[in-house]
């Protein structure tokens, strides 16, 4: 966990990452890296954070009193909407001084 959070990610699977061959205008990587690569990356440190990754869309994003839903009005096949709910971590405690 960084930072005290819980992180939750909603993966599509339609990143236009996957477009790029190759892009030299991202930091670290002097000699350019492809999209798919870069989302690999990515998703490795998402995992390395403890990030909860879900492969899901989202429309609305709201806040709830524990934290955040996230919601796509299209209903799954059972008929039901779909939604995904995020719980907010409490703060740590302030230091003393």
């Known amino acids: 966990m960084r930072f005290h959070l819980r992180i939750a990610l909603l993966d599509a699977g339609a990143s236009r990452a996957v477009l790029i061959p190759l892009t030299r205008n991202h930091a670290g990587f002097p000699d350019g890296i492809s999209g798919v690569d870069l989302l690999v990356r990515v998703r490795a440190q998402a995992v390395n954070f403890s990030t909860v990754i879900t ?11 524990e934290g955040f839903a996230a919601q796509n009005p299209k209903r799954d096949d059972r008929g039901e909407k779909r939604s995904h709910r995020h719980r907010r971590r409490q703060s740590p405690p302030t230091p003393r001084e």
């Open 55 to 65: 492969h899901a869309h989202a429309d609305v994003l709201s806040r709830t009193p």
